[in-house]
């Protein structure tokens, strides 16, 4: 199993571009979300889903989307990039969110530092 | 959103001493879950342990334990002999039910430092 994988592992972009982070895991797994980590601060969520078709806000949503339309991707894109979204982003999966019972430890993928200049 | 607490933001000990890293949270919820991942200079997030909040027993693995205060609500971690491969951000988790669909609340991090 590869596991959970990110591209690009680095990436530079100027302000207004737009690009899109792409997670993939074969663990069969229904749950993926997308974090990011900024000095300080932890992780944050940015969307997450539950399972292919089903996408949610997370705390930090604003400038980026996402779409599941199978269980092993789950692109994050960003629309205009700013500054401000110079962070090391992080996808993670695990079996399921949907019950308390069944939460799983999640597994995440190596990371993607994005610079925005 | 309810806090997960890391006030240790730095720590820095000389290998072979013992060192505790607190985590204190905050929830509404009943039924929750607690985690605690490792994260080396690599920058790759490592999985420690998960425990529930009906479970109140210390964990032990091998020079790493856990204990679990519910009546504190504090999960702190010892590594116990540090080593210098201790050295990481340490970072503590819990889980949050949001509309039936349960998500983590993340601390901010203690870099831990073992000196040789």
């Known amino acids: 199993n590869a596991g959970v994988t990110q591209t690009p592992k680095f990436q530079v972009l100027k302000t207004g571009q737009s690009m899109t982070l792409q997670c993939a895991q074969d663990?069969?797994?229904?749950?993926m979300s997308w974090y990011r980590q900024d000095p300080g601060m932890g992780l944050r969520l940015i969307h997450y889903?539950?399972?292919?078709?089903?996408?949610d806000q997370g705390e930090v949503p604003n400038g980026y989307n996402v779409s599941r339309s199978t269980t092993e991707d789950f692109p994050l894109r960003l629309l205009s990039a700013a500054p401000s979204q110079t962070s090391v982003y992080f996808c993670?999966?695990?079996?399921?969110?949907?019950?308390?019972?069944?939460?799983?430890?999640?597994?995440f993928g190596p990371g993607t530092r994005l610079t925005v200049l | 959103a309810q806090k997960v607490t890391q006030a240790q933001t730095e720590i820095s000990v000389v290998e072979k001493e013992d060192v505790t890293l607190d985590c204190v949270y905050e929830?509404?919820?009943?039924?929750?879950?607690l985690f605690w991942y490792k994260q080396p200079p690599s920058g790759e997030l490592v999985f420690l342990i998960r425990?529930?909040?009906?479970d109140e027993q210390n964990e032990i693995s091998g020079r790493y334990s856990w204990n679990f205060q519910k009546s504190t609500s504090s999960f702190n971690f010892t590594i116990t002999a540090s080593q210098v491969v201790d050295s990481a951000v340490y970072f503590c988790?819990?889980?949050?039910?949001?509309?039936?669909?349960?998500?983590?609340?993340w601390g901010a991090g203690t870099k831990l430092i073992i000196k040789p």
């Open positions: 993670a999966s695990s079996y399921s969110s949907l019950s308390v019972f069944s939460y799983n430890e999640q597994f």
């Open positions: 663990m069969n797994h229904e749950y």
């Open positions: 889903s539950v399972g292919a078709g089903i996408t």
């Open positions: 929830t509404r919820d009943t039924t929750y879950y």
């Open positions: 425990r529930n909040s009906f």
């Open positions: 988790a819990r889980s949050e039910d949001k509309d039936s669909n349960y998500q983590l609340i």
